[in-house]
């Protein structure tokens, strides 16, 4: 970096050592790298080969199940995500600054004493999207005259999220969501699964299904005497993997729950056994609650009709699960990926209410979403990423000159004309730095045109894998690299 001369005009040398600390300071601070913020990432071409191949991988599922793919604004109204979440989930959104002048709306009472909700209210009309649900149900009722019912959606979009960044958890990160509206059958949750089960069985990795169900959820509310903290039952027990039992005993205690109902509620949170074990043991406890049994009997169904369709992961009801995400009304789930460490990497459930406070009700839809930044952290953690992945490019040309380019740019077209990935080296550089250019990309084939080459019409086919090499014609090298 070259240092400007500045030149001092000013008496006593106090003042012009200050002047030159001054100065040091800001190209001190010039000379810092940039960064991202916390809990966002930047993808080299390697890493994004990587991301591509769990998108196709998902997206291909989907497109096999029959859903549509829609793309919905990075940015929606605050009327729109606000209340959706929940209290903490409303806590999460990233607010976006009206442009221009956006403090005139604002008295200077307001500013001077903080009135967070009340400035918030006046500063931003829009943030950034928490999910990719919401905005798909504002869609749907935006768009209700133009849709077929039932309704197949997926979506692959990226969502932001203002929390404390960590290991797999980001401030911005992909969803991949699969959503069906306009009908109320649980064949819908049956196939889901079937869905999730088919992403994991192609990606790889070993999974376990967690099930349950909102009503089931509201029915043990009921059971234990406290219906009307079903919301602040959830959010707690929805926390249960991450800071433990008695953790959430104590969180509902301060949300106003007694210890004799914490006391009943705690065995069904550690419900042990199989399948049918916990869904007779449920059936039992909850056969005075109408909504807790009508409950049990979907989450029967669901899981039976799963079973009956075979699949390679785990499935199991897991009573404590609760997705704090208010909007879920029937069959919730998450995925753990068993050989790794790491949260749920896929959530869903159904939601009979979420159109409502768009001006539809009654209109029933269920869905799950991927999410791709913690799949991709599994894929690392587990080395599942298929060989090939390692190069974009399946030959290198070498350049040895003006005719032997002219003479590989020609095979090169015809390469991609034939849908193979292939380029020439631009340069004519020596032969040994051109051939650790290929290495270094993972490059698997090299082909030579030289002075020979160019005389009897062929091209020297070297493999990168074992050294071995042969000439070929243009044509062959077409079939071959095919």
């Not at 071995?468 to 090298?477: F, K, Y």
């Amino acid at each position: 970096m070259e240092y400007l001369e500045c030149k001092v005009n000013v008496k006593g040398r106090d003042n012009e050592e200050n002047l030159v600390n001054s100065q040091q300071k800001k190209l001190i601070k010039m000379a810092q790298k940039p960064s991202i913020p916390k809990g966002t990432r930047d993808f080299g071409a390697q890493e994004m080969a990587r991301r591509n191949y769990i998108f196709d991988t998902i997206r291909e599922a989907f497109r096999v199940f029959g859903y549509k793919q829609i793309e919905t604004p990075a940015m929606e109204n605050l009327s729109t995500l606000m209340g959706k979440y929940g209290e903490e989930g409303d806590k999460l959104l990233f607010k976006i600054l009206n442009s221009g002048d956006f403090l005139k709306s604002c008295s200077d009472d307001e500013l001077l004493e903080r009135r967070l909700p009340s400035l918030t209210n006046k500063l931003c009309e829009k943030g950034l999207r928490y999910d990719l649900t919401v905005p798909f149900a504002r869609f749907v009722v935006q768009h209700r005259n133009e849709l077929q019912m039932p309704f197949k959606r997926f979506q692959i979009q990226p969502v932001w999220r203002a929390d404390r960044p960590q290991k797999g958890r980001y401030r911005e990160f992909y969803q991949c969501d699969a959503d069906v509206v306009g009908s109320d059958s649980l064949n819908n949750e049956i196939e889901l699964l079937e869905l999730i089960d088919m992403v994991y069985g192609k990606l790889g990795i070993r999974t376990a299904i967690k099930v349950n169900n909102r009503k089931v959820l509201t029915g043990i509310a009921e059971l234990i005497g406290h219906p009307d903290k079903i919301v602040d039952i959830t959010v707690a027990i929805d926390k249960i993997d991450k800071i433990g039992l008695e953790s959430v005993q104590q969180e509902l205690l301060e949300k106003g729950l007694d210890q004799e109902a914490i006391e009943r509620l705690t065995p069904l949170l550690e419900l042990q056994g199989s399948n049918d074990e916990k869904l007779a043991t449920l059936r039992e406890l909850l056969k005075e609650t109408p909504t807790g049994l009508k409950g049990v009997e979907e989450l029967e169904t669901v899981v039976k009709g799963f079973d009956e369709l075979g699949h390679e992961c785990e499935c199991d009801i897991d009573v404590s699960l609760a997705r704090g995400l208010n909007y879920y009304t029937g069959t919730i789930l998450e995925v753990k990926a068993l050989d790794a460490q790491i949260g749920s990497i896929t959530g869903g459930g159904r939601y009979d209410n979420l159109t409502g406070v768009f001006g539809m009700p009654g209109l029933s839809g269920v869905g799950i979403s991927f999410g791709a930044d913690r799949i991709y952290d599994v894929l690392n953690q587990l080395n599942l990423y298929p060989a090939e992945l390692s190069s974009s490019v399946k030959v290198l040309f070498v350049n040895l000159g003006e005719a032997e380019a002219k003479a590989a740019l020609k095979a090169v077209a015809e390469l991609r004309r034939n849908g193979i990935s292939s380029q020439m080296y631009p340069d004519s550089a020596k032969l040994k730095k051109q051939m650790a250019y290929a290495n270094a990309e993972g490059i698997p084939y090299v082909a030579i045109i030289g002075e020979t080459e160019l005389e009897n019409g062929r091209i020297t086919l070297r493999s990168m894998t074992d050294g071995s090499q042969r000439e070929v014609t243009a044509e062959e090298l077409v079939e071959i690299l095919k």
